[in-house]
């Protein structure tokens, strides 16, 4: 059983950056893909980027492509989330999954606690 623990979030100003962190804990997670989700309050979970097992293939949502990059250490057990350029339609409590294959279009599960980001304009 893995679990996942979030961190790296914050206060940050419109056009600033973050960096989030997703360590594994329980199992390696080298052989699976791992994904970042957002949650806004009164909207459903929707995915923000996914990158394979070893790192050479991602995936990114429409929204955040260009601004944001996931990333990952497989020695380290981590992921991460570079977000930069953040808008006022980013804040959320972002999340991430392990994926139920190695390539991106995995569908994902085992979410850790969520890491809260807010923007400020």
């Known amino acids: 059983q893995v679990q996942l623990e979030e961190s790296g979030g914050g206060l940050v100003q419109a056009g600033g950056s973050l960096r989030l962190s997703c360590e594994a804990s329980?199992?390696?997670?080298?052989?699976?893909?791992m994904g970042w989700f957002r949650q806004a309050p009164g909207k459903d979970r929707e995915f923000v980027a996914a990158?394979?097992?070893?790192?050479?293939?991602?995936r990114y949502a429409d929204s955040v492509k260009g601004r944001f990059t996931i990333s990952r250490d497989n020695p380290k057990n981590t992921v991460y989330l570079q977000m930069d350029s953040l808008k006022p339609e980013d804040p959320a409590v972002y999340y991430c999954?392990?994926?139920?294959?190695?390539?991106?279009?995995?569908?994902?599960?085992?979410w850790g606690q969520g890491t809260q980001v807010t923007v400020s304009s």
């Open positions: 990158i394979s097992w070893n790192g050479a293939r991602t």
């Open positions: 999954g392990v994926g139920n294959s190695g390539v991106p279009s995995s569908a994902f599960g085992s």
């Open positions: 329980g199992r390696t997670i080298s052989w699976s893909a």
